[in-house]
C-alpha cells in the first residue's frame, strides 16, 4: 500500500526551477504536517521545509526565499516550488508525513519513495 507517491524531478540548469508534488492518502494528508527532506550521497538527510494542516511552515536557512511549500486540500497533495536553484540543491527529494496517534504520545511518519533532483549545467 502506497501512501505518499512523488514526482518532479529531473535534471534542471543553475538558476532554473521544478516543481516536486507529492499526493497523500487522505487520511494522511488531513492529519499530518507534510514536509520535505533531501540526502545527497553520504550526508545525512535534512529538512528542506514543512507545512502543518494550519498552514505554519519552517524552512531549512539554506533555501529560504528560493522554495515554496504549498498544499492542496483538494488534491491530498503537497508541493515543492524550487526557484534559483543550485548545484547543492542536489540531492533526492523525499515527501515526509508525520501525525500523531489519537489517545497517545506517539507519532506515526511516513516517506515517499524519493525523487532525484540534478542542478548541474
Known amino acids: 500500500q502506497v501512501q505518499l507517491v512523488e514526482s518532479g524531478g529531473g535534471l534542471v540548469q543553475p538558476g532554473g526551477s521544478l516543481r516536486l508534488s507529492c499526493a497523500a492518502s487522505?487520511?494522511?494528508?488531513?492529519?499530518?504536517?507534510m514536509g520535505w527532506y533531501r540526502q545527497a550521497p553520504g550526508k545525512q538527510r535534512e529538512l528542506v521545509a514543512d507545512?502543518?494542516?494550519?498552514?505554519?511552515?519552517n524552512y531549512a536557512d539554506s533555501v529560504k526565499g528560493r522554495f515554496t511549500i504549498s498544499r492542496d486540500s483538494a488534491k491530498n497533495t503537497v508541493y515543492l516550488q524550487m526557484n534559483s536553484l543550485k548545484a547543492e540543491d542536489t540531492a533526492v527529494y523525499y515527501c515526509?508525513?508525520?501525525?500523531?496517534?489519537?489517545?497517545?504520545?506517539?507519532?506515526?511518519?511516513?516517506w515517499g519513495q524519493g525523487t532525484q533532483v540534478t542542478v548541474s549545467a
Open positions: 507545512m502543518s494542516t494550519g498552514g505554519n511552515t
Open positions: 487522505e487520511t494522511i494528508f488531513s492529519r499530518s504536517v
Open positions: 515526509n508525513a508525520r501525525r500523531s496517534v489519537l489517545g497517545s504520545l506517539s507519532t506515526i511518519v511516513s
